[in-house]
């Protein structure tokens, strides 16, 4: 594997006990092997005006293969009308921390 082979799966929520809730099901369901929880400001444009909202983001550290299978869990657990899940790109990282992430992950 490369480091290309992974990815950092991001989406938010309105309260800290759903964030982390999620964050536990998907690591759970070993579709990330971990998952960061923490507090932003979103300033985004909805229902005709600008909306500005206290969130909890998660950033999810798993392959690039499981990226649809987790795209799909977040979506189908999410609360939100059109909730964000955005897949960036790992260009580099420790060897040993992306083994890691592999061996922590389901293997089909």
């Known amino acids: 594997m490369t480091n290309r082979d992974f990815i950092v799966v991001t989406t938010t929520h309105d309260a800290e006990d759903k964030a982390r809730a999620m964050a536990a099901a998907v690591v759970r369901e ?3 092997a971990c998952a960061q929880v923490y507090p932003i400001s ?8 600008v909306q500005s909202e206290s969130e909890w983001r998660i950033d999810f ?7 649809d299978r987790l ?22 990282g420790s060897t040993a921390y ?11």
């Open 71 to 92: 795209t799909k869990f977040i979506n189908d657990k999410h609360d939100y009308d059109t909730p964000e899940v955005v897949g960036v790109p790992v260009v580099t």
């Open 61 to 67: 550290k798993t392959r690039a293969d499981l990226a």
């Open 30 to 32: 070993r579709l990330a």
């Open 42 to 49: 979103s300033v985004y444009w909805w229902d005709g005006d």
């Open 98 to 108: 992306l083994e890691w992430v592999k061996a922590e992950t389901v293997q089909d």
